[in-house]
């Protein structure tokens, strides 16, 4: 089993951010600040899949695990980005049993699952084939996305679904989902962020979830959330950019 995956299983704390800038040198970047790993966002970022292998290929030169939401349930994306070399994926938006099994059966091959097997990076490109398929199962994660109003509501039987080694809470799409928006549907969220970490944590799954920013790390930590996605890329970058050319023109109006 890999180190990663170990710590995912162990709810070891795992800090790690959004990959969202379609460029390698981004991920460079990010991966020479020490996340725990970097999640490559397939979804709702400008990348193609012709870009996955390049931005996993820039994570491991920093031997920083690199997981990829993929844009859904497409069996063909979660492969991809599999055979591209990724430690994990992260689908999004499953809100039933069903859908989890699903999940499981194209992350892994049989007899635990349906993925086919190819010649892609992670197997050497067709000449380490036997070993890359000796030791995937028990290498990488599947992190499956809660955040609609139906998942909550099928959280129990999502949670029991075998093969799935992390259940992330999706809180923006969960607040749209369970009419929690601002502030006053702070509790709301809440309790329903409550719900999922604990039918979860019950279940032995590990539990993670989007943030962005640490403020209120801590408090979720306590929760028995493990497994934390810091903002992203760009993210950082606005806010680095605004704070810098805040500070600059204040300097320079004093002067």
């Known amino acids: 089993m890999s180190d990663f995956r170990t710590k995912c299983l162990d709810r070891s704390l795992l800090v790690g951010t959004f990959s969202a800038i379609p460029h390698p040198v981004a991920i460079e970047v990010m991966a020479q600040a020490a996340p725990d790993f970097i999640c490559i966002d397939w979804e709702?970022?400008?990348?193609?899949?012709?870009?996955?292998?390049?931005?996993?290929?820039?994570a491991d030169v920093h031997a920083v695990p690199a997981i990829v939401r993929v844009p859904g349930h497409a069996p063909e994306a979660i492969a991809a980005v599999l055979d591209a070399g990724a430690s994990g994926v992260l689908v999004p938006r499953v809100s039933t049993a069903e859908?989890?099994?699903?999940?499981?059966?194209?992350?892994?091959?049989?007899?635990?699952?349906?993925?086919?097997?190819?010649?892609?990076?992670?197997?050497?490109?067709?000449?380490?084939?036997?070993?890359?398929?000796?030791?995937?199962?028990?290498?990488?994660?599947?992190?499956?996305q809660v955040e609609t109003a139906e998942g909550l509501a099928n959280i129990e039987e999502i949670v029991a679904v075998d093969g799935v080694d992390l259940i992330f809470i999706g809180p923006g799409d969960l607040s749209v989902s369970i009419d929690a928006l601002g502030?006053?549907?702070?509790?709301?969220?809440?309790?329903?962020?409550?719900?999922?970490?604990?039918?979860?944590?019950?279940?032995?799954?590990?539990?993670?979830?989007?943030?962005?920013?640490?403020?209120?790390?801590?408090?979720?930590?306590?929760?028995?959330?493990?497994f934390f996605i810091l903002a992203s890329d760009t993210m950082f970058l606005g806010t680095a950019v605004s704070g810098n050319l805040a500070a600059a023109r204040k300097a320079g109006s004093s002067s």
């Not at 999940?103 to 010649?119: D, H, M």
């Not at 990076?121 to 084939?129: E, K, P, Q, S």
């Open 44 to 58: 709702h970022a400008q990348i193609g899949r012709e870009r996955i292998e390049d931005l996993v290929r820039a």
């Open 99 to 144: 859908q989890a099994r699903a999940a499981v059966s194209a992350t892994r091959y049989p007899p635990i699952g349906n993925r086919g097997v190819g010649p892609g990076r992670a197997a050497g490109y067709g000449y380490r084939i036997p070993t890359y398929l000796a030791k995937a199962n028990e290498t990488l994660v599947l992190a499956i």
């Open 183 to 226: 502030p006053a549907g702070h509790e709301k969220l809440d309790q329903a962020i409550g719900a999922i970490t604990s039918a979860a944590l019950n279940t032995g799954r590990a539990v993670g979830i989007f943030r962005p920013s640490p403020d209120d790390i801590g408090r979720w930590r306590g929760a028995g959330i493990s």
